[in-house]
């Protein structure tokens, strides 16, 4: 059996559709533990007629804890040997469960990744792995091949952001012995990620695309605090990071990896500051400026190997202290970025009133 859990929290615009979908899984024996963790509301009394509707489903309310006890508890109550997670703002596709136990049986692994849909302000962006195949990484031994490829391969999966999150993966239950960190607010999916590697032996990639990640179009304004925990977060991420590829590999971060995901985060908040108008102009160079002085909290013992132009313009300008340089081109990037979502936006209009037509 496949446990699918799904953590709950005020997504009643979108709950149905989420469970509609494993609902229609092509793999029948599975079971849904929905997680609502919140006051009573319109989505807990939604959670409650789906599961009365299909005995496939159970729900199990909570007192708002947040996503990871939520899937902590889901873990505890899932009675299949196989666990996979879903977010309740998302969907799957009907083969998912059947094309990843069907590739960890064949393959005899211990973990499953697959590629996702990211959808965008309307826009699709496929996230396909960098590789598909059965990789060894247990017992590792220098100069093994088939390890040693094993260990590049899920330094590129962190680096491209197919490591980090939970949902694009299938999980053994009996490999999971750490649970999600419940005092962190960011960062958690990654450590949960990277402790369960710590017991496996092999892991296997198929270059499916079965889950559909729906980003929130409204985006995300920071608060001071939250920024703040973000950048707290990072730099930590960047510690336990580095400190598992060295214990597990005996691999350290000679081609600036982690230094590189750090600084590309935080130049993904900086990029950020354009569309949150709550903020004034001294408030926006106020955050630059401390984003400016996180940096130099990283060793900076490898290269920063940025790959998109505007983070290598506004990453140059950061790191000489050029906060007035950055803001313009933080303000530059944002029209252009304004700009092309109105296009993409006026496109899809046109294509669907050509539809209904």
Not at 51 to 71: F, L, P, T, W
Not at 329 to 341: P, Y
Request: aromatic share 12%.
């Amino acid at each position: 059996m496949i446990s699918i859990i799904v953590p709950v929290y005020k997504s009643e615009k979108t709950l149905q559709r989420c469970i509609h979908s494993l609902l229609e899984q092509t793999y029948p024996d599975i079971e849904i533990i929905m997680i609502v963790d919140g006051p009573m509301d319109q989505t807990e009394i939604l959670a409650d007629c789906l599961a009365e509707k299909n005995d496939k489903i159970q729900v199990i309310h909570q007192k708002n804890q947040g996503v990871s006890a939520s899937r902590n508890k889901g873990i505890n109550y899932a009675k299949g040997d196989y666990v996979l997670f879903v977010d309740s703002d998302d969907y799957v596709e009907p083969t998912m469960c059947e094309k990843m136990l069907s590739a960890m049986k064949q393959n005899d692994s211990d973990m499953v990744l697959c590629g996702y849909h990211h959808w965008y302000f309307n826009k699709d962006v496929e996230k396909i792995p960098p590789a598909i195949g059965n990789f060894i990484i247990g017992n590792f031994i220098i100069g093994n091949f088939t390890t040693s490829r094993s260990v590049s391969l899920l330094l590129d999966l962190y680096k491209v952001q197919l490591l980090n999150m939970p949902w694009n993966k299938l999980f053994k239950k009996k490999f999971i012995t750490e649970n999600f960190p419940e005092d962190q607010s960011l960062g958690e999916d990654l450590i949960f990620n990277l402790n369960y590697l710590k017991n496996i032996q092999s892991f296997t990639i198929i270059n499916d695309l079965l889950y559909h990640y729906i980003q929130d179009e409204k985006g995300d304004t920071l608060s001071t605090k939250r920024r703040r925990d973000r950048i707290e977060t990072a730099l930590f991420l960047y510690q336990y990071v580095s400190q598992f590829f060295l214990d597990k590999f005996k691999i350290e971060d000679s081609y600036g990896i982690f230094e590189s995901k750090v600084v590309v985060e935080f130049l993904d908040d900086l990029e950020s500051l354009y569309f949150q108008k709550d903020l004034s102009l001294l408030q926006r160079k106020q955050i630059i400026k401390t984003y400016g002085t996180a940096l130099l909290k990283l060793p900076k013992s490898a290269p920063i190997n940025l790959e998109k132009l505007d983070y290598k313009i506004i990453y140059f300008c950061l790191k000489r202290n050029l906060m007035g340089l950055t803001y313009f081109f933080i303000h530059v990037r944002g029209i252009l970025v304004r700009f092309l979502r109105k296009r993409n936006e006026s496109k899809i209009s046109k294509i669907k009133h050509r539809i209904s037509l």
